[in-house]
């Protein structure tokens, strides 16, 4: 079974600097996708970045760009310019490219505080 | 575009009762997935729904059950309430296809059992 791990329940940044949060996975598959999620006081799960694992180019979206290292089973993401809007619980997701279901497995989340 | 939505946003139940809750999918998705998540974890997978069938199953007891109906809106019920059933339970849809779908999600419906 995968397994995601985040080591970093809370980070803090001050407004409009960068900040880098990790996440680890494992898994024995070739094919996949991984996501981050963020998660406001709202509730509702929104979708902030996604990587295919067969392609070796980083993604980004705008200010968030991510470090997927395969090899190492990493994949952080990187929020430059940090805004107060930005201030959230960030989860890490994997899901199998093969399967039936295609579920997402969570990590335990980042909470992520921005200071003016 | 209409987004996933959910019902009710929050309710109330005593244990050993039973709870309906709904989920309408985005326009253009067949795929409805559940999750529940407990105060301070990530989401954990309950059941995946596709063309009305389940389509894949988490780690979750019998008395979890859903159906799918034609219009791709789903449903989740839990018979039997117990404590440890108080969390956010998420609906996600994706149009399954090729893959590299996308689940989308609603916000979210938060459930206290007493």
């Known amino acids: 079974a995968q397994t995601v791990t985040q080591s970093q329940p809370e980070m803090s940044v001050q407004e409009a600097e960068t900040v880098t949060l990790s996440c680890t996975y494992d898994?024995?598959?070739?094919?996949?996708?991984l996501f981050w999620y963020k998660q406001p006081p709202s509730r509702q799960m929104i979708l902030v970045i996604r990587q295919e694992a067969y392609k070796q180019q980083n993604a980004t979206e705008n200010r968030f760009s991510v470090n997927f290292q395969k090899a190492a089973k990493s994949f952080s993401l990187k929020i430059s310019d940090s805004q107060l809007g930005d201030a959230a619980m960030y989860f890490c997701a994997y899901r199998s490219g093969s399967g039936s279901a295609r579920q997402l497995t969570f990590g335990s989340g980042t909470q992520l505080t921005v200071l003016p | 575009e209409t987004g996933v939505t959910q019902s009710p946003t929050h309710l109330i139940k005593t244990r050993g009762q039973q709870v309906t809750l709904r989920c309408s999918s985005q326009s253009g998705h067949n795929t409805v997935s559940w999750y529940q998540q407990a105060l301070g974890q990530g989401p954990q997978f309950i059941f995946q729904?596709?063309?009305?069938?389940?389509?894949g199953r988490g780690n979750f007891p019998p008395r979890f059950s859903g159906l799918q109906f034609p219009n791709y809106s789903s449903e989740l019920n839990v018979n039997a309430l117990e404590l440890d059933d108080s969390a956010l339970y998420l609906c996600a849809s994706s149009p399954l296809g090729g893959g590299g779908e996308t689940q989308y999600f609603g916000p979210g419906t938060r459930l206290l059992v007493l």
């Open positions: 729904y596709y063309r009305e069938e389940e389509n």
């Open positions: 898994t024995s598959e070739s094919d996949y996708y």
